[in-house]
């Protein structure tokens, strides 16, 4: 029988990355080749069972760490994170190449370009995946090539094929260089080799960001959009082939949320998260708990367990009538159901375009790296939601966040986004269909990978 064609996806241990990673992996499983995703220990006890059985073949490698670890360890061990798994991915692929399956192709995240170096040392070529917006990597290289400095002289910047952009729109770490200096280091070293790079991967599709994919193309980088990396079965309710979809990390409860969206009306509820790092203060959490109510509206609240101590004393006995808050959910699962009719987000990537990709209109409310990026295209560029504003403490008030929902979900005010996110829904579908944008660029890099 002939031996398919083995390929390593390497994420780096956080949700946001492993999610658009694993759907990729298991798109390429469906082109016909041997996907292992290499998770890293750190996510060893978090992991959820995977939901259905797994087209995809799942390893741990060590990165130093058997924790759930926070972000602020994670980005404290940057260097270690580097010297562990360059020596265990090294090991595993010496492992593998004297087994029945030895790996012709590693797919890295852009967070990790030194797994390319690791690869080649066994004669393995590699593509970094990115997992934020082209938009937002673009900026980061421009700022790594220096062609705009920090700290910024100017209130806007002016970049090719951009809107322009103010301060505030650019990713915390640029606006704020001193915030997380390790981080702004991860995310412009993904330039270092790049460019050495087969291919180059972005988790997203070539409709949504037209114009920043067509300057890159310009630039002859070999880019490959291959998203929205989201299961079939969301895009396209026809299609039931693709019955497991996630790896969480932490702990859904879906039969609660399930059970309380089916009994309310179309649109009617305001789904809330903020993924899996951003922290609120407790002056913000306090603000959005009173603008949430305020809206009068149902609206099912993600805060996961570390976050849950913010909350008003008395607060889910003050809202049992309208608000459901629950520590995790299946997010796709959600945004897929009939009663959601707006997403109040943080915007990190993943969300923004699992919203877009889901049709439901948005309120933006980012927090830090790339999500005021992605908050500027979702109100100026896509036109699917509007973006809070924050007071002079850099606060989004009760009085704010009331105003925005009603004007996503009141039918006159949210009419013209809902049109935009039903367009943009049918535009990331037609991208993942067979002959789409997305599909025939996964379709052609499977291709040229057989026949090297
Ligand atoms: C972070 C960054 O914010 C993001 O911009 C970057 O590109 C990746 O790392 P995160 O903050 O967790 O990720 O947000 P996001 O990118 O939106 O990813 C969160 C993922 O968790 C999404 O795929 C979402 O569907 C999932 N999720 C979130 C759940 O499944 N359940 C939840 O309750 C909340």
Known sequence: MERK??????????????????????????????????????????????????SVNIEIISDGSEGDETVESLIATVDRFKDVVSQSLAEYIEKLNSSKYPPKFIVYDCALPWALDVARKYGIDGAPFYTQSCAVNLVYYHFKKGTVRLPLEEPTVSLPSMPKLAIN???????????????????????????EAKWIFFSSFKELELEVVNWVASQKWPIKTIGPTIPSMYLDKRLEDDKEYGLHLFKPDMDACIKWLDRKE??????????????????????????????????????????????????????????????????????AHKAIGCFMTHCGWNSTLEALSLGVPMVAMPQWTDQPTNAKFIADVWKVGVRIKLDERGIATKEEIEFCIREVIEEERGKEMRMNSVKWKELAKEAMDEGGSSDKNIEEFVAELVGL
């Not at 298991?26 to 996510?43: P, Y």
């Open 169 to 195: 729109d650019l990713s915390s770490l640029l606006s704020n260089p001193s915030s997380y200096p390790p981080l702004l280091n991860l995310f412009l070293d993904q330039f270092s080799n790049f460019l």
């Open 266 to 335: 179309t649109n009617s509820v305001i789904y809330t998260s903020f993924g899996s790092l951003a922290s609120l203060g407790e002056e913000q959490m306090q603000e959005l708990t009173w603008g949430l109510k305020n809206s009068n509206c149902y609206f099912l609240w993600v805060v996961r367990e570390t976050e849950q101590k913010k909350l008003p004393t008395n607060f889910l006995q003050e809202i049992a009538e309208k608000g459901l808050v629950v520590s995790w959910c299946s997010q796709l699962e959600v945004l």
């Open 5 to 54: 064609t083995h390929i390593l996806v390497i994420p780096y241990p956080v949700q946001g990355h492993i999610n658009p990673m694993l759907q990729f992996s298991k798109r390429l499983a469906t082109k016909g080749t041997r996907v292992t995703l290499v998770a890293t220990s750190t996510i060893r006890n978090s992991m959820q069972a995977l939901q259905g059985a797994s």
